[in-house]
C-alpha cells in the first residue's frame, strides 16, 4: 500500500534556492505572547508563594490531587522499586546505554591547569563542578527515559553534588522506565512536578525545593518561554526547537533505510524538520517512493505526513561538494553522511550538532546508546554551540599568584594602561606594588 504525499522539491541549481531553503528554515521557537504573559505570571508566583503556588498549579494543570508539597517528593526508594518493576530487557538496555554514556563522557572531563613563568608569578585555571544541576523531564504521553541519562550522567561525571529532577505526572501517571533512568543515571532527588513553576522551583528555590545552578532538558513552550525568563538567574541548556536531521547521500544507499531515518526525526512532532540531499534525482525519487509506500505502516503516520508535508524538502545538488556547501548553510541538529567514504568529507563540515558517518550509522543509534549526547543545538545555532556535555556542568576560574618581581613587572604595565583609562585608584594599586 503506497499514498501520496505533497513533498517539497528543491533544486540548488534554482536561482531562488536561496530564498527557498530560508522559508524552509525558518521557524520561532518562543513567539506566543499570550503563552509569555502567562508564564510571567507563574515565576513571580512561586518566587513570592514558594511551595504553595507550585502545589496549586501541579493541582491546576496536572490534575493531581495534592494537598501539600511533601505528596509530590519522591524517595530514591521509589527509584529502587522502578528498576525492579521495569523488564529485564529494558533494565539490562538502560544500564548498557547508561555505561556507554558514562564512558564517552569521561573523555571529556577537564583538569586544572597551572604554568610558572620565569620570575617566578604563577598563572593557570582551576576547573570546578557545579554544586547543583536542575533537570527537567517530560511526562506523560511524551516520556523520554534517554534524556534523563544523556542530561543526568554528563552532571555526575562532572563531580555535580546534587542532581536534582522535575518530571510532571498528569493524573498521577508515574512512568516506571523514567524514574528507572532517574535511578540508573544516579539522580538524587525528584519531584513530580513540571510545567513553568517546576522550571520557576529549581531557579528560585521553595520551602521544599533547593535551587539549583543550571536548569536542563527539554520542554514544552511553556518550559522553554520559563527557562528563557530565567537565564540569569541560573543557567540553562539552551533554548531547543524542534527535532532536526539532514541526510546527504550519493545515491548508493537502500532508499528505504534513508525513508525510515527522515521517519526518525519526523515522528518526534509536527514541527519537526526532514531533509534529504543527493546529486541523485532519480535515488531523490526512489526515496520518495519508499517514503509513500512505507508511510501507512508507521503507528505515527499522521504526525509523519504533517512534518514532511510542511517542513520536509528532496534536495538535489550537483555534486557532494554542493551537497556540504547546503549542510553548512542549514547547520544542522543531526547529520547523516551516507555516503561512500564519510572520513573524505569530515573535514569539510563546520556545523552540526552531531555527524553520523557512512551508511550504516542510522541516526536513532545516538538518540539511545551510541555514547555521544543527544541534547543537540537545533534551528540554526550549531553554528556557534555544541552538544551538552561535561563542560556545561563545570566552572572555570581563572589562577594568577604574581611573586613580588612579577608584581613589579605588571604594575608598570597596568599602571600605563590604567591612567590611559582614567582609573587611577586602578594605577595606583598597581603601582604600590611596584619595587623602587
Known sequence: M????????????????????????????????????????????????????????????????????????????????????????????????????RLYHERQKQDSWTYTEADGTVLGQQITPLDRAGLYVPGGKAAYPSSVLMNAIPAKVAGVAEVVMVVPTPRGELNELVLAAACVAGVDRVFTIGGAQAVAALAYGTESVPQVDKIVGPGNIYVATAKRHVFGQVGIDMIAG????????????????????????????????????????????????????????????????????????????????????????????????????????????????????????????????????????TSGTARFSSPLGVYDFQKRSSIIFCSAAGASELGETASVLARGESLTAHARSAEYRIKA
Open 2 to 101: 503506497t499514498t501520496s504525499l505533497a513533498l517539497r522539491r528543491l533544486d540548488a541549481a534554482d536561482p531562488d534556492f536561496p530564498r527557498h531553503l530560508d522559508y524552509l528554515l525558518s521557524w520561532e521557537s518562543v513567539s506566543d505572547e499570550a503563552v509569555n504573559r502567562r508564564v510571567l505570571d507563574i515565576l513571580q508566583a512561586v518566587r513570592e508563594r514558594g511551595d504553595a503556588a507550585v502545589v496549586e498549579f501541579t493541582r491546576r494543570f496536572d490534575n493531581v490531587e495534592a494537598g501539600s508539597m511533601a505528596e509530590l517528593i519522591l524517595p530514591r526508594e521509589r527509584l529502587e522499586l522502578a528498576l525492579t518493576r521495569i523488564s529485564p530487557e529494558q533494565r539490562e538496555a538502560l544500564e548498557k546505554a547508561a555505561g556507554r554514556v
Open 242 to 377: 524542534p527535532s532536526e536531521i539532514l541526510v546527504v547521500c550519493d545515491g548508493q544507499s537502500d532508499p528505504d533505510w534513508i525513508a525510515m531515518d527522515l521517519f526518525s526525526q519526523a515522528e518526534h512532532d509536527e514541527d519537526a524538520q526532514s531533509i534529504l540531499v543527493s546529486p541523485d534525482a532519480d535515488f531523490l525519487e526512489r526515496v520518495a517512493e519508499s517514503i509513500a509506500r512505507l508511510l501507512p505502516t508507521m503507528e505515527r503516520a499522521e504526525i509523519i505526513r504533517t512534518s514532511l508535508e510542511g517542513r520536509g524538502a528532496l534536495i538535489r545538488v550537483t555534486d557532494l561538494e554542493q551537497a556540504i556547501a547546503v549542510a553548512n548553510r542549514i547547520a544542522p541538529e543531526h547529520l547523516e553522511l551516507s555516503v561512500a567514504d564519510p572520513q573524505r568529507w569530515l573535514p569539510k563540515i563546520r556545523h552540526a550538532g552531531a555527524i553520523f558517518m557512512g551508511r550504516y550509522t542510522a541516526e536513532a543509534l545516538g538518540d539511545y546508546c551510541a555514547g555521544p549526547n543527544h541534547v543537540l543545538p
